[in-house]
């Protein structure tokens, strides 16, 4: 966050360490819960009070994100210019991770 802005954060936090690590907890928690299964509305709430924002403002961007993401990586896998195993890779390991995760947060939000 930068004052009266947010900030997208470096591309290093894009990578799925889901995919290569399975059911390890979270390096940064969510409002203090580590484990991706067990984040909750009030930890999200939590978080957006940490960064100076209103829950509405992260639900908002949850929103946004669980219905843009699963289209994404189907995109994201069949760029021609990845090589098929790296298109196999994203189908097989990142694609269900995504799916789980956006669960987790309807879920958590009650959608």
């Known amino acids: 966050m930068h004052p009266g802005r ?9 990578l799925c360490v889901e995919a290569y690590l399975p059911r390890q907890p979270m390096a940064m928690s969510i409002g203090g819960e580590n484990k991706p299964g067990r984040v909750e509305a009030r930890h999200w709430d939590a978080l957006a009070a940490a960064a100076g924002v209103t829950p509405r403002a992260v639900r908002g961007t949850l929103l946004e994100m669980i219905e843009k993401l699963p289209t994404a990586i189907v995109v994201a896998a069949a760029d021609a210019q990845l ?9 097989a390991r990142v694609q269900p991770v995504i799916e789980e995760r956006v669960a987790f947060v309807k879920a958590a939000l009650g959608r």
């Not at 947010?6 to 894009?14: K, T, W």
């Not at 090589?83 to 189908?91: A, M």
């Open 6 to 14: 947010a900030q997208v954060a470096p591309f290093y936090d894009l």
């Open 83 to 91: 090589l098929r195993t790296e298109q196999d890779f994203l189908h």
